[in-house]
T-cell receptor, first 116, second 116 residues
Framework: AQSVTQLGSHVSVSEGALVLLRCNYS??????LFWYVQYPNQGLQLLLK??????LVKGINGFEAEFKKSETSFHLTKPSAHMSDAAEYFC??????????????FGSGTRLSIRP | EAGVTQSPTHLIKTRGQQATLRCSPI?????VYWYQQALGLGLQFLLW???????NRGNFPPRFSGRQFPNYSSELNVNALELEDSALYLC???????????????FGAGSRLTVL
């Protein structure tokens, strides 16, 4: 069965610093991977997704993630943090391309705080 | 294009009462998913409705139920409310299974249920 682990429930960085949010997955077959962001008092919004095309995936708001099969990782990065990036970030894994969302497993989330 | 809309935004109930939450999916989306986001517990899959039928449910007791209407909108009902049911309930919709991008979810802003 697939699973996803987000390391660190809370990450704090200074404005302008590198953002690195960690996600490791477990899957017996090549997975589809996602990052979602949840701003305060809002639902989740898709940041980016990996679907076995390019291993480096670019998303919205300057975020990107790299799929590393050897490390079973899909870490999310942004070169320079902005105050507006403060939010909760969720990594998710799906085995099948057209499976229902009930087969999508979400991580427990990482809350990103930005220091002025 | 209107997004996924949920109502009410906030709901306060007492133990033992019933709560009804509503969700309207994006136009053209046939699947609706319900998730519970309790403090510190990430996203827990509750229910999946597609074409008016319940297709899958998560590990929740039967007092959590719902339905999907012919226009694909959905209701989530929680009977005999308990204190631990206090959470943000998120609805998400998805295009028809089998279509490209079908496993990308679009979330509503959620309904916050408080049980006193």
């Amino acid at each position: 069965a697939q699973s996803v682990t987000q390391l660190g429930s809370h990450v704090s960085v200074s404005e302008g610093a590198l953002v690195l949010l960690r996600c490791n997955y477990s899957s017996s077959v090549p997975p589809y991977l996602f990052w979602y962001v949840q701003y305060p008092n809002q639902g989740l919004q898709l940041l980016l997704k990996y679907t076995s095309a390019a291993t480096l995936v670019k998303g919205i708001n300057g975020f990107e993630a790299e799929f590393k099969k050897s490390e079973t990782s899909f870490h999310l990065t942004k070169p320079s943090a902005h105050m507006s990036d403060a939010a909760e970030y969720f990594c998710a894994v799906s085995l099948l391309p057209y499976s229902s969302a009930s087969k999508i497993i979400f991580g427990s989330g990482t809350r990103l705080s930005i220091r002025p | 294009e209107a997004g996924v809309t949920q109502s009410p935004t906030h709901l306060i109930k007492t133990r033992g009462q019933q709560a009804t939450l509503r969700c309207s999916p994006i136009s053209g989306h046939t699947s609706v998913y319900w998730y519970q986001q309790a403090l510190g517990l990430g996203l827990q899959f509750l229910l999946w409705y597609d074409e008016g039928e319940e297709r899958n449910r998560g590990n929740f007791p039967p007092r959590f139920s719902g339905r999907q209407f012919p226009n694909y909108s959905s209701e989530l009902n929680v009977n005999a409310l308990e204190l631990e049911d206090s959470a943000l309930y998120l609805c998400a919709s998805q295009p028809r299974t089998g279509l490209s991008g079908a496993n990308v979810l679009t979330f509503g802003a959620g309904s916050r249920l408080t049980v006193l």
